[in-house]
């Protein structure tokens, strides 16, 4: 099986520690050393920038927006 790669532009599903910090992303660029800045909604309503790891980063399932 193939290991996705995120690109810029993709939507991405983040895992975090634990299953509330889960969220959906848009990744916006690739950082240095395997980490990814990506841009989320924040606690507060307002787009927050994050630089998280690459295994961290999930395909979202293809009936996400169906």
Request: aromatic content about 4%; hydrophobic content about 40%; some cysteine.
């Amino acid at each position: 099986m193939l290991k996705w790669t995120p690109q810029p532009g993709n939507l991405a599903l983040y895992v975090g520690r634990t299953r509330a910090q889960s969220r959906n992303v848009i990744v916006v660029a690739e950082a240095c050393a395997g980490r990814m800045v990506v841009e989320a909604i924040g606690r507060r309503g307002s787009k927050v920038r994050l630089t998280v790891g690459r295994d961290s980063l999930r395909q979202p399932q293809p009936d996400l927006f169906a």
